[in-house]
Nanobody, 119 residues
């Protein structure tokens, strides 16, 4: 059974930085496209960033482009989301997800970690 475990959330001030981590237990991490999503209270889930299995492409939502960086370590089976210049509108529960089939849906999800940004 594959499990994803996020960590690194917290409460910060606007302009601060945070790094989220997501470790994957089981499965074949090095073959998965990994992604970060977020969901703010009362809003739909938003795709934030993706990274391919072989590091050769990344995707960023317009709302985080230039402020967030996704990376991965296939040895540690961990994906990271470095978040800089945080804004109150970044407040959400952040979820890690894995796309286990190339071109398919993100079909494995973590439980999420809360990020709260105060102005």
């Amino acid at each position: 059974q594959v499990q994803l475990a996020e960590s690194g959330g917290g409460s910060v001030q606007a302009g601060d930085s945070l790094t989220l981590s997501c470790e994957v237990f089981g499965g074949i991490f090095e073959t998965y496209t990994m992604g970060w999503f977020r969901q703010a209270t009362g809003k739909e889930r938003e795709r934030v960033a993706d990274i391919s299995d072989s590091y050769d492409w990344t995707y960023y939502a317009d709302s985080v482009q230039g402020r967030f960086t996704i990376s991965r370590d296939n040895v540690k089976k961990t994906v990271y989301l470095q978040m800089n210049s945080l804004k109150p509108e970044d407040t959400a529960v952040y979820y890690c997800a894995a796309q286990t089939t190339y071109g398919g849906e993100f079909d494995l999800w973590g439980l999420g970690t809360q990020v709260t940004v105060s102005s």
